[in-house]
Nanobody, 124 residues
Framework: QVVLEESGGGLVQAGGSLRLSCAAS????????MSWFRQAPGKEREFVGV???????SYADLVEGRFTISRDNTKNTLYLEMNNLKPEDTAVYHC??????????????????WGQGTQVTVSS
């Protein structure tokens, strides 16, 4: 059984930083693409970034240069370092993964497994 569990969310002032973690269990995720998505109240879930099994990482334009994704395959853990946070970054952040991933990596329907999410709130 695949389980993804996010942690590290909280309340931070604009300009601050947070580091989210996603602990995965149930598989060897070193062969999987793993991604971060976020969903703000009243909005659709949106892609944040993906960590490919090859080591390559891609980001959404909205977070490029402020957010950094990394992973530790020995711990089956995905990370999201968020710097210079803005009020518009307020959302529930989810990690997601799937055994097969192609060009649709930025679409939430491409992912089979999701965590429950962790709330990030950025005050102005």
């Amino acid at each position: 059984q695949v389980v993804l569990e996010e942690s590290g969310g909280g309340l931070v002032q604009a300009g601050g930083s947070l580091r989210l973690s996603c602990a995965a269990s149930g598989r060897d995720f070193s062969f999987y693409a793993m991604s971060w998505f976020r969903q703000a109240p009243g909005k659709e879930r949106e892609f944040v970034g993906v960590s490919w099994s090859s080591g390559m990482i891609s980001y959404a334009d909205l977070v490029e240069g402020r957010f950094t994704i990394s992973r530790d395959n020995t711990k089956n853990t995905l990370y999201l370092e968020m710097n210079n946070l803005k009020p518009e970054d307020t959302a529930v952040y989810h990690c997601a993964t799937s055994s097969k991933m192609g060009s649709g990596y930025y679409l939430d329907r491409a992912y089979a497994y999701w965590g429950q999410g962790t709330q990030v709130t950025v005050s102005s």
